[in-house]
């Protein structure tokens, strides 16, 4: 792979021990980072200070892909169709503004596919969709116990429970993208 043509997408949905561990089934991708944006916090935030909420930081992850492998707009359907983007600052029973769903774009065109994307997924939900759309800040990475979280833990409790049903749910709507 061709690192000069690597993109980076920015997505937020919940906790992201959950969108990290669906993006990293997914053909094309090259790296999945967990991490924080969106804040007015100055200086680097810790989890800690995110849970708190008081910061305005969401949990998300970044994407690195190759759009040759697999498109922005394929990783925002994916995106979309693997957490729920109806619930407003809530995913399950993780609830507060660091769990939002949150699309981060880079630049003007990943903005214009964003906004088609969530377009056309209203008409997959019932609800009406509260997913964010807004220019990427700067990005922290989380702490080094936060990545591969899944692939770390997956006999814990909240795997089972919270991130398996979400593998599943991108296994059967999306196996033709699958690594």
């Known amino acids: 792979m061709d690192s000069n043509k690597l993109e980076v997408a920015t997505v937020g949905g919940g906790c992201f021990w959950c ?6 089934e997914v053909k094309g991708i090259h790296s999945v980072v967990s991490g924080y944006t969106g ?20 949990e998300v992850v970044q994407v690195t892909f190759d759009p040759t492998i697999i498109s922005y707009e394929d990783i925002l359907i994916i995106f ?35 906004q088609v994307v969530l377009s056309e997924m209203k008409a997959v ?6 997913t964010e759309l807004t220019p990427l ?9 936060h990545q591969d979280y899944y692939k770390n833990n997956s006999e ?18 999306h196996a033709e993208k699958l690594s």
């Open 19 to 24: 969108t990290e561990a669906v993006f990293q």
């Open 80 to 114: 979309m169709t693997t957490h729920d983007p109806t619930t407003l600052n809530r995913q399950g029973a993780d609830t507060g503004t660091q769990y939002r769903s949150v699309i981060y774009y880079h630049n003007h065109e990943q903005k214009k596919i964003a």
């Open 39 to 58: 804040g007015t916090a100055p200086g680097r935030p810790t989890y800690r200070e995110i849970c708190s909420g008081l910061t305005g930081h969401a």
């Open 125 to 130: 939900y019932e609800d009406p969709i509260v």
């Open 156 to 173: 814990q409790g909240y795997c089972q429970v919270v991130i398996n049903p979400k593998l599943a749910k991108l296994r059967k709507l």
């Open 137 to 145: 800040g700067i990005f922290y990475d989380a702490e080094e116990y």
